[in-house]
């Protein structure tokens, strides 16, 4: 009975880009998310974000959400 090799190296890598690719797919369909969002429901970092979105060229908009305007009342 021979024991098989397992590359441990090589298994890290292969479950990162897994996982990589599904939250690469989640930041593509689902461009409505913030990244604080998708930090909290993917329970990662900031710069993993980054890095999957430098990985796979997705577009993401940048900065901040304009505050929403408040209507004011016209005075007579």
Not at 26 to 41: E, F, G, N, W
């Amino acid at each position: 009975m021979s024991i098989e090799h397992v590359s441990l190296k090589e298994k890290l890598y292969q479950v990162r880009l897994s996982f990589d690719a599904r939250l690469a797919e989640v930041l593509q369909r689902r461009p409505d998310l913030t990244q604080a969002q998708i930090k909290q429901q993917f329970r990662v970092s900031d710069s993993v974000i980054r890095r999957v979105i430098k990985q796979f060229n997705i577009p993401r908009r940048g900065g901040r959400r304009p505050a929403r305007q408040v209507p004011t009342a016209e005075c007579p």
